[in-house]
């Protein structure tokens, strides 16, 4: 078994997905990539939205049938919304999906999955299905943990919800664990799961010790905050923010120290900022912390994504 901490923000293991025509999943490890067939017929969908265990035999993933209509408010311009979404566990060792009812419930959406950094934990996010498109903002979803066994592969028996947001007519989206295992980050909205596109959206903090849940203030603004990960010390973290100009996601950085208290965020540096994000055209979507560059032949893993190479 690989040590938990040898692939945090390791560049030797990633997964992307390749959409399109030739679409694919792309999973790099061992030095090599297998190119996955994009849709599983018995999933019913892609492999979306994966997080790796520690272990590093391990990927889980959700499987999401999504859709995006426009809305005709100023304020509001897309949302994005599943139909179905089921979580499960990708095993890179024997090609197989491990899959589970508890996780893959009919009337229920499962989503954002995440490996705790003890990888003894599976932990996602959960709603009641609704009517589509009709009831979209009904859909909230809340956080939940499930124990994973890696010898086995075999989830447990019991769900546990950790944050009940929808109590409260909220969603919480976008789980991350910090690795030395004190932290979860989520971002909450008022519903969905799609936040980049809800201008209410905030990172909030779950402390696993004591179960206290609290908005960090310290980096929220009036509009998105999004997307975010940890670094490898646990002492910084990243996350999306349109605080700008509410159109493009920005990058911004802020770190936390032994206490759990957080600092005022920063925006990525450049050598002229000014005029670097008064030009730029493009966001950044689902950053993450890497110890290195990440090392990838793009003429040849074009060119095996163009072709019929697949593993089904």
Request: aromatic letters at 14%; a positive charge.
């Amino acid at each position: 078994m690989v040590a938990p901490w040898l692939n945090r923000t390791n560049p030797d293991q990633y997964v992307f997905h390749a959409r399109g025509e030739h679409g694919a999943t792309i999973i790099h490890r061992d030095g090599k990539e297998v190119l996955l067939k994009a849709k599983n017929e018995v999933l019913g969908g892609s492999m979306v939205y994966p997080y790796w265990h520690p272990g590093g035999r391990y990927c889980a993933f959700s499987t999401n049938k999504t859709s995006q209509m426009f809305h005709m408010a100023s304020n509001k311009r897309i949302e994005v919304y599943d139909s179905s979404s089921d979580v499960f566990v990708y095993d890179t060792q024997t090609n197989q999906t491990l899959s589970d009812t508890l996780i893959m419930k009919k009337y229920w959406a499962e989503n954002c999955p995440v490996f705790s950094p003890d990888g003894k934990w599976l932990y996602f996010i959960t709603a009641k299905r609704q009517v589509y498109p009709t009831d979209y903002d009904k859909e909230r979803y809340d956080l939940c943990r499930v124990a994973f066994d890696e010898k086995t592969g075999k989830i447990g028996e019991t769900v546990d919800t950790l944050v009940r947001a929808s109590q409260e007519e909220k969603s919480v989206t976008w789980p991350r664990p910090s690795y030395d295992g004190k932290y979860i980050m989520y971002t909450r909205a008022n519903y969905g799961y799609f936040s980049i596109w809800h201008e209410e959206s905030d990172l909030w903090m779950l402390y696993l010790r004591t179960g206290e849940t609290r908005s960090i203030d310290e980096v929220n603004s009036k509009r998105a905050e999004s997307f975010h990960n940890w670094s490898a010390n646990s002492h910084w973290f990243l996350f999306t923010s349109r605080r700008d100009d509410g159109l493009y996601t920005r990058l911004y950085f802020a770190s936390v120290d032994d206490k759990g208290r957080v600092t005022k965020p920063f925006l990525l540096p450049q050598r002229d900022p000014k005029t670097f994000y008064r030009r730029l055209m493009y966001s950044y979507n689902t950053p993450d912390f890497t110890s290195r560059a990440v090392s990838l032949d793009s003429r040849e893993i074009s060119r095996r994504i163009e072709s019929d190479e697949r593993l089904k």
